[in-house]
């Protein structure tokens, strides 16, 4: 996994990997935002809407403990081992949207996303044991959970979106 020394240097790989990832969809039109095929796991909806769960959670996990809420992660009901539910949960939540309307939902997101991250200092973001939400047997530091909530799958769903507009979107 990708490390990080500065605080800048993890914005700038979130900012880069998302600006990638996102430029996928401008030539995807709505009316096919829902088509599956059989190389690829996800529909665009589909992959957008997990793009956009992820990235709420993430930042619930951090509003809810400011809050002295108890945090459940991944999410109340749902358990590590066990996540099928949850993207589930993500699909159906944000259906009914364009595609547009997910670009413009998941662009707010990381925004805020960013935004908190440059809020931290360099002791929350890369000492373990900060959060509550982030302390696990593994002891990961928050920047390690930022970065498999964005770059890595920023980077792996833009594959998957690439191999489905092979597929959807060639020319006749």
Excluded at 24 to 33: A, G, Q, S, T, Y
Aim: aromatic fraction near 14%.
């Amino acid at each position: 996994m990708k490390s990080y020394q500065t605080k800048a240097e993890l914005l700038a790989m979130i900012r880069h990997k998302y600006a990638k990832y996102i430029a996928e969809f401008d030539d995807i039109p709505d009316h096919l935002k829902d088509v599956r095929i059989e190389a690829v796991d996800k529909t665009p909806a589909e992959n957008l809407s997990y793009q956009i769960g992820w990235v709420n959670l993430l930042l619930s996990w951090e509003r809810k403990e400011k809050n002295g809420e108890k945090v459940h992660t991944p999410a109340k009901g749902y358990k590590w081992n066990n996540l099928g539910g949850l993207y589930q949960q993500f699909y159906q939540q944000y259906a009914g949207f364009t595609l547009n309307e997910q670009v413009r939902l998941l662009n707010h997101a990381v925004d805020e996303l960013c935004l908190w991250v440059d809020s931290l200092i360099d002791q929350e973001l890369f000492e373990p044991d900060q959060r509550a939400w982030a302390t696990t047997q593994a002891r990961w530091p928050v920047w390690k959970w930022i970065h498999i909530n964005t770059v890595a799958p920023f980077t792996h769903f833009r594959t998957k979106i690439r191999r489905w507009k092979e597929y959807v979107l060639q020319p006749d």
